[in-house]
């Protein structure tokens, strides 16, 4: 009972209530995901198959999860180069 309590005491703020540096850093915070989806996107759409770890299009789907994909992506998706480049 005193979970609900706290739930309803917790309610979100709708965009109006919120704060102009809480509004601010929500639309910074949705730039940056757009950005790192936007970046994994064409990477995987330019990179060969055989320079990516796994296939292509699970590597699509999963960038599609906020921050986790991309960024996961971008650290294990890509084969690195032989040459450290």
């Not at 009972?1 to 209530?17: G, I, Q």
């Not at 296939?55 to 450290?84: L, Q, T």
């Amino acid at each position: 009972m005193a979970r609900t309590k706290n739930r309803a005491a917790r309610k979100k703020k709708t965009w109006k209530e919120m704060s102009p540096s809480g509004k601010a850093g929500t639309v910074l915070t949705a730039i940056v995901q757009v950005s790192l989806l936007i970046a994994a996107q064409r990477d995987i759409s330019r990179r060969p198959a055989e320079l990516i770890n796994g296939p292509k299009a699970a590597w699509r789907a999963a960038s599609f999860v906020n921050f986790i994909g991309p960024m996961g992506y971008f650290v294990f998706g890509r084969k690195r180069s032989a040459g450290g480049a």
